[in-house]
C-alpha cells in the first residue's frame, strides 16, 4: 500500500485559489493512479479529480471541470490539486487516495487514504 499525507488546505475568499499536495510513500508510486475526493459536513464523500500512473489520464466531476486542475511528479511521488475560482461550495475535507481499478472514480475503487487537509471558500 501507499502512505499518503495532504497539505496545502487552508482559507480562502471566494474566487481565489489553493493548491493541495499529496505526499507519498511506497515503491510502486507511478504505476498508480490517484485521486482527490473532498467530504463537506453531513454529506459524503465525493470524488473530485483523478489521475493516471503516467498522468496521461485526467477525470474530474463535473462541478470542478475547468477550474481544478490534477497533477503529478513521480519523481517526487507527490500529487497536486490546484483549485482556481473557488467557491464556497468547494468547502470540504479534502482527501486523497491511491487507485486500485484503472479509470474509476468510486471511492470503493481506492485503497490508501490520506488524513485529510481542510480547504474553506468564505463568501
Known amino acids: 500500500q501507499v502512505q499518503l499525507v495532504e497539505s496545502g488546505g487552508g482559507l480562502v475568499q471566494a474566487g481565489a485559489s489553493l493548491r493541495l499536495s499529496c505526499a507519498a510513500s511506497?515503491?510502486?508510486?507511478?504505476?498508480?493512479?490517484m485521486g482527490w475526493f473532498r467530504q463537506a459536513p453531513g454529506k459524503e464523500r465525493e470524488f473530485v479529480a483523478a489521475?493516471?500512473?503516467?498522468?496521461?489520464?485526467?477525470y474530474y466531476a463535473d462541478s470542478v471541470k475547468g477550474r481544478f486542475t490534477i497533477s503529478r511528479d513521480n519523481a517526487k511521488k507527490t500529487v497536486y490539486l490546484q483549485m482556481n475560482s473557488l467557491k464556497p461550495e468547494d468547502t470540504a475535507v479534502y482527501f486523497c487516495?491511491?487507485?486500485?481499478?484503472?479509470?474509476?472514480?468510486?471511492?470503493?475503487?481506492?485503497?490508501?487514504w490520506g488524513q485529510g487537509t481542510q480547504g474553506t471558500v468564505s463568501s
Open positions: 487516495a491511491s487507485r486500485t481499478v484503472v479509470a474509476s472514480t468510486s471511492p470503493h475503487d481506492f485503497d490508501s
Open positions: 489521475i493516471s500512473g503516467s498522468g496521461g489520464r485526467t
Open positions: 511506497g515503491r510502486t508510486f507511478s504505476s498508480t493512479g
